[in-house]
Every structure is written in C-alpha cells, then in structure tokens.
C-alpha cells in the first residue's frame, strides 16, 4: 500500500560512510571506469619505448580520467629504470646553440656542484698566482730587457734626428719629431706663431727626418710587438700552471663521459683566453 508523505516528513538523508568508501575507490581506482578500451590503449602507451608518440586523454570533469592517468603513469614509472639527468651548458663554438650533456639519475645535480667549486677555485689560483712576487719578478725582468733595448733606439733616433733640427718626444702612443730652434725645442704655440715660410722648411726637413728614421722606427715597433707577446705568452703559461691540475682532477672524474670531458676542457680554453676577467677590479 502507497501513503503519501507529508513534506514534513521529507528530509534529506546521507550515508558519509558510504560515501567516503566510494570516493576513496574512486581515487585508487586504475581501471577507467566505463572504459576498458581506453584503459588498453593507455596501458599499451606506457609500454612504447619508441620515439615520437604522445598519448593524449580526454572525457568529461570528474570522470577519474586524470586519477586513473596518474595511477597508471606512476605504476609504470615504477618499473623502469631513473632516466638520465640532462643538463643545458655554454656552447663556445655557437652561442645560440647549448650544448646538451646527460648524466645518471643525481649525476647532473653533482656535475653543477663540480664546476661552480672549479671556477671559485680557480678563481683563487690565478689571482694567487698572479699577485705573487715570483711572477711580478719575471713579468718585470721581461719588461726590462725590452725597455733597455728600446731606450737605445730611441738615442738612436734622436741623433738622427738632431742632424735636421728635430728633437725626439717618446710616449705610450708613440715618438714623435718636434722642431729646435736656436737649440730648444718649441711647442705647439711656438709653432703656430711663425712665418710661413719657416713652417714650411720645417714640415719639409719633417719630412726628410722620418725618411731616414723609418728603418729605426720600424725595429722600434717591432720591439713593442715582441714586448707585448713575450709578456701575454708569460701571463699564458702562469694561468696554465696556476689552474692545470683543477681540470686534470675534474677531466678524470669524468673521464667515461666524452662530451663532459670537451666541455670542461672548452671551459679551460675560455679561462685561459680571459683570464683577465678573474682579476678584482
């Protein structure tokens, strides 16, 4: 027999039991619910070791597709091996390109670590090095010798010069022939200030003055180059001593990882080219 209900006997009624148990089987779930050909075809994704394929999943909100997802992914993930660390470094040879290099699984974390305790290091080294009184020794006695030698070009030069009325003005950017007057050298306002005619007897015997003195100025540059190659290859070999064995000791730590070992020794080069860089300002 039917009775109707009174809507104040109506009232809403709710098993919170029940309704836990349901939604926590809904949450461990692996099975998609109502599609066991989808649950196929992800399983058989998981499975394809190839490259190039992509599994894409779509259904409607609230469906556990993404629960059921995340619980297959994370069974299979389970069942392989770590991959590899990859990490992005400095491409020396194209910049806009970073080369790419792979580590075991923690192996990259430790890699970063390896190089950042090198550069400080080395750092170190080659201010060491190069503030050091054994160095600045060599470094002068170098310079010396080069100056001794250029000093005696420059008397040289002003003999030659002297012979057409020039004195001789040696600076950072070069020698220079100014004019001698009643036996004195005149400056530029002196210069300015006479007759045109003597100007041009000076700009001539210039002239005649730098003919005769370009052999001289010649070996004089020459000096300069060498001073200035002698001094770079010295400051060269010093930073190589100085950091030599920080890349030996890190090239043998990787020595099983050829692209590793090419990029550290890049590193190498490149310290070596701008060593300047590691000096405090």
Do not use: W
């Amino acid at each position: 027999m039917i009775s109707e209900l009174t809507y104040k006997e109506l009232k809403p009624s709710f098993d919170l039991k029940y309704i836990k148990e349901q939604l926590e089987q809904k949450t461990s779930a692996v099975a998609v619910i109502g599609q066991p050909r989808a649950e196929r075809a992800l399983s058989f994704g998981l499975r394809t070791r190839a490259e190039g394929y992509n599994i894409y999943v779509s259904g409607p909100v609230d469906s556990g597709r993404i629960s059921a997802v995340m619980k297959l992914a994370t069974e299979a993930a389970e069942k392989l091996p770590p991959p590899p660390d990859i990490c992005c470094v400095y491409n020396f040879d194209d910049a806009k390109t970073p080369v790419l290099l792979t580590f075991p699984a923690g192996g990259g974390r430790d890699f970063k670590t390896d190089m950042e305790e090198l550069i400080e290091l080395v750092k170190m080294d080659i201010r060491q090095t190069f503030a050091s009184p054994e160095f600045e020794d060599v470094k002068n006695s170098i310079v010396r010798k080069y100056r001794d030698g250029r000093d005696l070009i420059i008397k040289e030069i002003t003999k030659e010069a002297k012979e057409y009325n020039f004195g001789v003005k040696s600076t950072t950017a070069g020698v220079y022939f100014v004019p001698i007057i009643d036996g004195e050298i005149i400056s530029e306002e002196q210069y300015d200030a006479l007759p045109e005619e003597v100007k041009n007897a000076i700009n001539k015997q210039s002239g005649e003055v730098q003919s005769q003195t370009a052999g001289i100025l010649r070996r004089m540059r020459q000096f300069d180059r060498a001073v200035v190659t002698d001094v770079g290859n010295f400051e060269f070999s010093s930073a190589l001593f100085a950091i030599g064995q920080r890349f030996v000791a890190i090239i043998e730590k990787y020595y099983n990882n050829p692209k590793v070992c090419e990029y550290v020794k890049k590193v190498k080069e490149d310290i070596l080219e701008n060593f300047d860089d590691f000096f405090e300002q």
